[in-house]
């Protein structure tokens, strides 16, 4: 990660950097009607529109725990660390409305890498409704933090939480599985893999994903009954609508959508990187069947891949479990233990 | 810093220690009405009162930059972290709602160290309507990572910003300053001062700095024209209302309140710690004239000091100026230029 002009953050210092980066930003996205005050004062304020809920997430990505210098580029670390908090937004059903941004940073940063940096978010910004306003830059002693919180609104009522999970409801997930966990091996193997013809596309789903705003809004409208989005593979998130729910799952591994590249890049792999791999920053959801076809078409009108994966079931015992059915129909109950950042 | 039970984060796992220092709090301050969900969904969700507008602030404290855990103990931590948000939260004329609170951990700190950690921002939030909803919990390879996020609410037409001194406004602050920078030298000491007497009050003052919420709320209510919080020292904020107002300063030193306790035992430092010293976190804020009666007998009443220490004047030349004047009336333009954390 390399920028033309040499100035670091420590020459330019804190100030004139907050300056340069905001200059570097879009005006709609520094300031818009709803947002009386953005960057430059003690806290950045807004109307909430009349009626409606607030919803709030933060995430934070730190430099080799999170992303490697080596393996990113400013601009796509931009949109990804936008993008896994948008994503939070859809799985709530609502719409962005104002986003702050803490940079910690150790002062040796190209300041023309980190206005890239803002740049990569304002690409995701634009679309939406979304303000960047402000935030916080810090000294950190080593590693490079990323860390951004964001505030959506959405309609009482229409509000897509991990409790309302029921026996019978059908389990759907949008777009495909796995296609992250293939980039990031991609962007790891040294075996001559990356020269592959569909590289690029998993590498671009690993750094740069798509947060599923629309049709987040699309669910929240149309009768889902649960959602989230998946960072931590459909192994480690799933369970969590069970335990919020309390039912349990069966998924027929034979439905969950892949694509054919991280199937024939990774023969060995594929079933690990679609059930277990994280950061596709897919929609997981469910829905009661009879909701299903009109969902459907209204998902394909707004560009969105929706796919049934399995079925909610009651609880057979103490506590929830997924239950994976095979290719030929065997069902084996699978450890459902969740993801562990520690672990 | 250390605990009782001796269970790392590493040994609990992420989820059980959410699980854990949510248990940990008061459950006011976990659930509220106005607060639909709190931790464990995607989002946290809460209600805006109609017609009020939000305000949204945050900062981060990274261990051996902000604090060193050899000279605080985690409930002092857990307090400072949130009060510093307060802090801005106060100095817009706001109220606290909502914080979300993201820690960056190594996996080898103690599970009930950060239960303390959560305690001291409890005794902090039970005093006021805020909510903590959560947050995330990441990796951090090797400092800790301390960062909170709040919003506030305030009326339209009560908004303290930075932009509103004009000429002839009085310039003001909220209890003393160089208590905090005072704490700190006392906590860098190995002269035997720390066994003063009054040294664990500007310890404490370092350590555990009071947001001024209340009195910010009053003076967006009295006629103040401006307002901001002071962390990076008089003459690092200043400059700061001054840039946005396009005003300059006069500020008289022997009017500046101090505590007896920092001259005494700083002797020859206590005017760097009064002038520059950070991390006080009062209020520094601007008023006419007419208003100071009514503002200094309404602050009495909800026990805070406040002290005139000088006047907003025309700029005379190109930039905002801070000029001094000492003890024997000399008048001086001080260079003003404001803290830069990579300097």
Known sequence: ???????????????????????SLPSEIVARPHLSIGVGDDAAVWSPTPGRLCVI????????????????????????????????????????????VTLGLTGSELVEDLVTLYLGMADLAVGHRLVIAGGDIVR??????????????????????????????????SGTLGASAAGLALLEDTSGLKSARTAGLLIGAHLRPIPRIELGNLLARSGAT??????????????????????????????????????ALFPDRFQEFMLSGGEDYELLFTVPPGFWKSLAQEAK?????????????????????????????????????AFDHFG
């Open 226 to 263: 649960s959602a989230m989005d998946l960072s931590d593979g459909l192994l480690g998130d799933l369970p969590k609508i069970l335990v919020a729910s309390r039912v349990s799952a069966e998924i027929h591994e034979n439905q969950v959508p892949i694509l054919p590249s991280v199937r």
């Open 1 to 23: 990660m390399t920028g033309g002009n040499q100035l670091t953050v420590a020459e330019l210092g804190e100030f004139r950097l907050i300056d340069r980066l905001v200059e």
């Open 301 to 337: 009108r707004i560009g969105s891949t929706i796919t049934v994966i399995g079925r909610v079931v009651p609880i057979d015992g103490a506590d929830p479990e997924v239950y994976l059915i095979s290719p030929n129909e065997s069902r084996r109950a699978v450890d459902a233990s």
């Open 140 to 173: 950190s002693p080593s590693a490079v933090t990323l860390s951004v919180t964001v505030v959506g609104e959405t309609d009482p009522g229409y509000l897509l939480t991990r409790n309302g999970a029921r026996a019978g409801d059908l389990i759907a997930v």
């Open 57 to 100: 997430t933060t995430d934070t990505l730190i430099e080799d725990v999170h992303f490697r210098p080596a393996w990113t580029d400013w601009r796509s670390l931009g949109h990804k660390m936008l993008a896994v908090n948008l994503s939070d937004i859809a799985a709530m059903g609502a719409e962005p409305v104002v986003a702050t």
